[in-house]
């Protein structure tokens, strides 16, 4: 079963502005991580954020994370076209013998030229 | 470094045949390694967990006599479905967690297609 939701589920937004998608989830987790996967293609790992972190920042791209609220964010600035794809935020938290990645429902970007 | 391979990319298969797909580690070690399904448009489910010379774990849900999960050594785990049917067609990922690391890196997926 599936760990969080995902809001919004799509976003469609002009490029160079900022796209904010946001991931909750519902148990305790180790780490949280965003990954992008662009149409019918394969996953590429954005950012990994752990549970003693709050913010996170690579490139263009800032994630935080929050807890208490069991929730995360993340922020592309100055989208551009390429960005188009879905982002997904999966959580790992540690059952007896390994780690186990869940996955949320993603969020569908689209960034107008 | 840390890429994950998949053979094969995409395949065709006739109602009621098996078929395998290998997941690779090319230049380190996994000894998890994980399969995932995903259908159009929807998120990516976790099917099962393999750890190296154990038995998969499987998710609920996931019939582990028609996913037969193999993961024989620390750079290779394949899946096979057997008996295959029309709604098994899907986009099958699988990934690959060095020991010691919470980091998964992810193989370009297969995409199965049952005529």
């Known amino acids: 079963s599936q760990q969080g939701e995902e809001d919004p589920q799509a976003l469609s937004i002009q490029e160079g502005e900022n796209a904010t998608m946001n991931c909750s989830y519902k148990?305790?987790?180790?780490?949280l991580q965003w990954y992008r996967q662009n149409s019918g293609r394969g996953l590429v790992h954005l950012i990994l954020i752990r549970s003693n972190e709050r913010e996170k920042h690579s490139g263009r791209l800032r994630v935080t994370l929050d807890t208490s609220k069991k929730s995360s964010s993340l922020l592309i600035t100055a989208s551009r076209a390429a960005d188009t794809a879905s982002y997904f935020c999966?959580?790992?938290?540690?059952?007896?013998?390994?780690?186990?990645?869940?996955f949320g429902p993603g969020t569908s970007l689209s960034v107008i030229p | 470094g840390a890429v994950v391979s998949q053979h094969p990319s995409r395949v065709i298969c006739k109602s009621g045949t098996s078929v395998k797909i290998e997941c690779r580690s090319l230049?380190?070690?996994?000894?998890?390694m994980f399969w995932y399904r995903q259908f159009p448009k929807q998120s990516l489910m976790l099917m099962a967990t393999?750890?190296?010379?154990?038995?998969?774990?499987?998710e609920q849900g996931v019939e582990k006599d028609k996913f037969l999960i193999n993961h024989a050594s620390l750079t290779l785990s394949t899946l096979t479905v057997t008996s295959a049917h029309p709604e098994d067609s899907s986009f099958y990922i699988c990934?690959?967690?060095?020991?010691?690391?919470?980091?998964?890196?992810f193989g370009p997926g297969t995409r199965l297609t049952v005529t």
């Open positions: 393999s750890n190296e010379g154990s038995k998969a774990t499987y």
């Open positions: 230049d380190f070690q996994a000894t998890t």
């Open positions: 148990t305790s987790i180790n780490n």
């Open positions: 990934s690959a967690q060095p020991g010691g690391t919470y980091e998964q890196y």
């Open positions: 999966a959580t790992d938290g540690a059952t007896a013998s390994y780690d186990k990645v869940i």
